[in-house]
C-alpha cells in the first residue's frame, strides 16, 4: 500500500473543524505551560503527549463516516464507531514513535540547536511510526484476530 | 501575554499537523497523526525559546512517560469502541482516565 498525499481532500474539511482543532490545539498548549510554570518541568512535560487531540478527531470521524453512509441510504452506525477504532489503533502506533520523539528531544535540545533538535527528534517519530505501520501489515505484533472489522475497513480518516 | 502566545502557536502547529493528516493516503495512515508531536514541537519550541534548553529537555524526558500513557490510552478507547461498542465521543472522553491514571501514577512512582 503506497503512502501519497491528495491536496484535493482538503476541501472536505469545514472551517470548524479546523476550528475545533485549533481551540484544543492552543488550548492545551497554554495549559501544559502553565502547568510547566507552576508545578516544574517534570510534571509539566507528561501533559506533552496528553490526548488533546484524539477525542475531536475521532468524534468527527466517526460523524463524517456516518453521513456517508446515510448520503448513500445506509443506516450503519457501526461503520463510524470502526473508523474511529481504526483512528485509535493508529494513535496507539503514533505514541510508540511519540516515545522516540520525546527520547532524542530529551538528549539533543541541551547539545544543539533547538529548531534541528525538534526536526530531528520528529523524523524519528515519522520513521519508527511508519515502520511499525508497516509492519503491522505482515501481523507482527497484533494478536490473532484483534484486527477485527476495522484493521481492514477502508474508511476514511480526519485523524489529526 | 506569554499564554496567549502559546495557545496561537499551539493551535497553529495543531492546525497544520491536523491538515496534512487529511490529505494523507491511505486514510488508515492517517490515523498515525492522531498521536503526532503536533502539541510537543509547539510547547518545547516556545520552552527552549523563553525557559532554556535544560528545562525543555526535562519536559521532553517526562513526555516519555506520557507518551506510554497515551498508548495505554489509544488502546483502551480502541477496545470501548470494538469490544464495548461505544460511540467515539463517550470512548474517547472516558478513556481519558486511563491516562490519568497510567501518566500520574508514573509520575508518583518514578517521577515525584
Avoid at chain 1, 491536496?7 to 490545539?25: C, H, M, N, P
Avoid at chain 1, 484524539?54 to 452506525?77: C, D, M, V, W, Y
Wanted: aromatic letters at 12%; glycine letters at 10%.
Amino acid at each position: 500500500m503506497r503512502v501519497g498525499f491528495d491536496i484535493s481532500a482538503l476541501k472536505d474539511t469545514k472551517w470548524y473543524e479546523l476550528a475545533v482543532r485549533f481551540l484544543f490545539g492552543g488550548a492545551i498548549t497554554a495549559i501544559t505551560g502553565m502547568l510547566a510554570n507552576h508545578y516544574g518541568p517534570v510534571f509539566g512535560g507528561l501533559f506533552l503527549a496528553f490526548p488533546a487531540l484524539f477525542p475531536a478527531s475521532a468524534t468527527l470521524l466517526e460523524k463524517h463516516e456516518q453521513e456517508k453512509k446515510r448520503r448513500a441510504g445506509i443506516a450503519n452506525t457501526a461503520r463510524g464507531r470502526e473508523a474511529a477504532a481504526l483512528d485509535a489503533r493508529g494513535a496507539a502506533i503514533g505514541s510508540i514513535g511519540l516515545v522516540g520523539f520525546a527520547l532524542i528531544a530529551w538528549k539533543l535540545v541541551p547539545l544543539s540547536n533547538g529548531a534541528i533538535a525538534l526536526f530531528a527528534a520528529l523524523v524519528v517519530w515519522v520513521a519508527i511510526s511508519i515502520l511499525i505501520w508497516r509492519l503491522r501489515r505482515h501481523r507482527l505484533f497484533l494478536r490473532k484476530g484483534h484486527s477485527g472489522a476495522a484493521s481492514h475497513a477502508p474508511v476514511s480518516s480526519k485523524g489529526g | 501575554m506569554q499564554i496567549l502566545f502559546r495557545f496561537i502557536i499551539g493551535g497553529l502547529v495543531v492546525s497544520l499537523f491536523a491538515a496534512f493528516a487529511d490529505a494523507l493516503k491511505p486514510k488508515s495512515f492517517a490515523g498515525l497523526f492522531a498521536a503526532a508531536p503536533s502539541v510537543a514541537i509547539g510547547t518545547l519550541g516556545l520552552t527552549i525559546l523563553s525557559e532554556g534548553k535544560l528545562f525543555a529537555a526535562t519536559e521532553a524526558r517526562s513526555m516519555i512517560f506520557g507518551a506510554l500513557a497515551l498508548f495505554f490510552y489509544a488502546m483502551a478507547a480502541m477496545r470501548l469502541m470494538m469490544r464495548y461498542k461505544l460511540n467515539a465521543a463517550p470512548a474517547a472522553f472516558s478513556a481519558i482516565a486511563v491516562w490519568i491514571i497510567c501518566g500520574m501514577g508514573i509520575w508518583y512512582v518514578w517521577l515525584r
